[in-house]
């Protein structure tokens, strides 16, 4: 039997989520968050579940595009320090949520989404995150796509018959040459552009690690025709597709039957 080889997971750190709290600044995000909002549509008293939130950008972006009309939504993240972010948003959006109303769960979805109760949410959204899901098999001695299959499936079975997930994925060895190349243009437009240009920096340094670990098959930068099947398998339909974040993402979207 093989032991787990010592992987750093850098997700949990402080330094690692701030290092992904000025994602939203990057030209190429803003495009997903566009093309995200556009499949979102939350509705009023709808309760939403922002799948690996970061600083919670999306979940804001449910806030802000529902006009503060969805009843809940909830960033779930296996770093901590983000209920920081989560409170300074609270703080500032407008109109200002109750705790209730925006708030955050620190939780690690490889070991699935145990903490959250079947057919509670309306929406499950996730940007960039379900493709660090990792599952570590003992006996055959190598990383396997366990723990992403069961993502797909605890973001099924969460969702309310008639829910909609709708989420993005890097696609297979993605460039962040390009994703850093886009973002020098946006350098000239940032209110700081130092500031800007080493937060992009600190951002990119992560990115070796993520693609080494994908060629291991810890984490997972699938094609699009395997993402949907996986989502075929774990029950959803009518699944769209598209790609955005500069080419460097796949945006998906499906539905729980009714
Ligand atoms: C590239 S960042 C994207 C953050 C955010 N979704 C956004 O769009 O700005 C990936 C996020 O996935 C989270 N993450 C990675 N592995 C996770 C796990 N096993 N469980 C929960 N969250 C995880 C990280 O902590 C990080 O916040």
């Not at 690996?52 to 779930?76: D, F, N, Y």
Request: charged share 25%; net charge positive.
């Amino acid at each position: 039997m093989a032991t787990k080889p010592n992987a750093i997971n850098y997700w949990p750190d402080s330094k690692c989520a701030k290092a992904f709290w000025s994602q939203h600044e990057l030209p190429s995000y803003q495009e997903l968050i566009r093309d995200t909002e556009a499949w979102l549509q939350p509705k009023a008293d709808e309760t939403w579940l922002d799948l690996g939130c970061g600083a919670g950008q999306l979940s804001k972006l449910l806030w802000l595009t529902s006009q503060g009309s969805i009843r809940e939504v909830l960033g779930m993240d296996v770093a901590a320090i983000n209920e920081e972010s989560f409170r300074k948003l609270r703080a500032n959006l407008e109109p200002a949520p109750t705790e209730a109303q925006f708030h955050f769960q620190q939780g690690d979805f490889s070991h699935g989404l145990t903490s959250l109760e079947s057919g509670r949410f309306d929406g499950v959204v996730s940007g960039l995150a379900i493709q660090y899901a990792e599952d570590f098999d003992e006996a055959a001695g190598k990383w396997t796509d366990r723990a992403y299959d069961q993502v797909l499936r605890e973001a099924f079975r969460v969702l309310k018959p008639g829910g909609r997930f709708v989420f993005s994925v890097n696609v297979p060895n993605p460039s962040w040459i390009k994703v850093a190349w886009v973002a020098l243009s946006g350098t000239w437009k940032a209110p700081k552009p130092l500031k800007y240009l080493k937060r992009a920096y600190r951002m990119y340094s992560y990115g070796d690690w993520l693609k080494r670990e994908a060629r291991k098959g810890r984490f997972h930068y699938l094609p699009v025709e395997t993402i949907v099947s996986k989502l075929q398998s774990a029950g959803l339909e009518r699944i769209e597709h598209k790609t955005s974040f500069a080419g460097q993402a796949f945006l998906l979207r499906g539905w729980k039957p009714v």
